[in-house]
């Protein structure tokens, strides 16, 4: 049985960021450093969206970026100037070129094809099962959800944000570029929290994506089918699709950090680094990876890694009121933007609001239904 300092179970993001970051830090050197997964990846199985004030790390993956954004609803329709924010997208591809190059340049980081089917925490250190063998670490960093416990309880609601995109490419040039559809809630939202998300990388390319919160997934029939009704209403008919994705994010605030032990820690999705009211990943698994490389080089006991924090309570409250009154999610995105300063909704997703500022954001949404779920929320933590 081969034994290393750290193994990274998943190549996915999360787990590639972080073999990234280890990579080009001295501290782990002379750390053994093992990367298992089923496959190395390399293709645009993957687009990445988030806002960044200014300049970034990943400025040099970025794809397509939009100085402003158009939201939209039958209340209320704005196209809002980004300022100092910028709109970025990353596709997969070059992400995982650039950090793979990188890795493949440090002879203590191996790498191992192959399916991980269990892994457990001993007095020793944790052990990976895997399809070819038994691996042991010091430490191990997961990304593979083998239980999906969070879908086995009842306490914190679970939603699903559900998509289906298509690239396109047009004949003629029906795209303004320079404005991404964040959110278009006037398509029919049928008793649940629908919306499209358009993303025009020029004049006559773009990324459709139709976007559901809600508690069940579609059939494939069915986002297609609302994509070509979409299309058929902005006048695009002259379209060749060019790529298809699809994804299922769990939006939640089950507490994942509770799953961790003192050598085994949850990363990625499995980890709760989705952030839960919104669903976006890429830029809290950046943040993420940070705080982890500076924990690696001082603390021992995973189960210490993870603080909750009051936006951990705001995004419960968010996601008790989207499960209970589903359909009404347009109306409260809808006072969301109107009522708040887009850079104040981008600070307060981002978890960098004073409480003064976070009080004047929940007060600007539908104010009863958040204080419904706040008092049953409260006398469930009673209980």
Not at 253 to 263: D, G, R, T, V
Request: charged fraction near 25%.
């Amino acid at each position: 049985m081969q034994k290393y300092d750290y193994i990274i179970n998943g190549s996915g993001a999360s787990g590639l960021m972080l073999a990234y970051r280890m990579a080009k830090d001295s501290f782990f050197d002379t750390a053994s450093i093992l990367i298992i997964d089923k496959e190395k990846k390399t293709s645009n199985d993957r687009t990445w969206c988030f806002w960044e004030n200014g300049k970034g790390e990943w400025d040099d993956l970025v794809y397509k970026s939009w100085s402003k954004i158009l939201f939209e609803s039958y209340s209320y329709k704005n196209t809002i100037p980004l300022q100092s924010y910028t709109y970025k997208m990353i596709r997969s591809s070059k992400f995982y070129k650039k950090l793979w190059s990188f890795i493949e340049t440090k002879k203590n980081i191996s790498f191992i094809k192959t399916t991980v089917l269990s892994v457990t925490d001993t007095l020793d250190g944790a052990f990976v099962e895997t399809s070819i063998g038994r691996y042991h670490s010091e430490k191990l960093l997961n990304s593979i959800d083998f239980d999906q416990n969070f879908t086995h309880q009842e306490e914190y609601p679970v939603l699903l944000q559900h998509f289906t995109g298509w690239f396109i490419e047009t004949k003629k040039n029906h795209f303004d570029d320079s404005v991404a559809t964040f959110m278009d809630f006037t398509v029919d939202q049928k008793t649940n929290t629908r919306f499209m998300y358009v993303l025009p990388v020029s004049a006559n390319k773009a990324l459709f994506e139709y976007t559901l919160f809600s508690k069940d997934v579609l059939t494939t029939k069915e986002y297609e089918r609302e994509l070509q009704k979409y299309l058929e209403l902005k006048s695009i008919t002259d379209y060749t699709i060019i790529e298809k994705e699809k994804g299922v994010i769990p939006m939640t605030s089950f507490k994942f950090w509770q799953e961790n032990s003192k050598n085994i820690l949850n990363i990625g999705t499995v980890g709760g680094w989705t952030k839960a009211s919104t669903g976006y990943t890429f830029k809290n698994t950046s943040k993420k990876t940070i705080q982890l490389i500076a924990f690696l080089k001082t603390e021992n006991d995973f189960t210490n890694f993870r603080k909750k924090t009051r936006f951990w309570f705001y995004d419960l409250l968010m996601l008790d009121v989207l499960a209970n009154y589903n359909h009404l999610g347009s109306k409260l995105f809808s006072k969301l933007f109107q009522r708040n300063s887009l850079k104040n909704v981008f600070r307060f997703l981002d978890e960098e609001t004073s409480f003064i500022e976070d009080l004047r954001i929940m007060l600007s949404m539908p104010p009863l239904r958040f204080i419904i779920a706040l008092f049953r929320r409260v006398l469930k933590l009673k209980n």
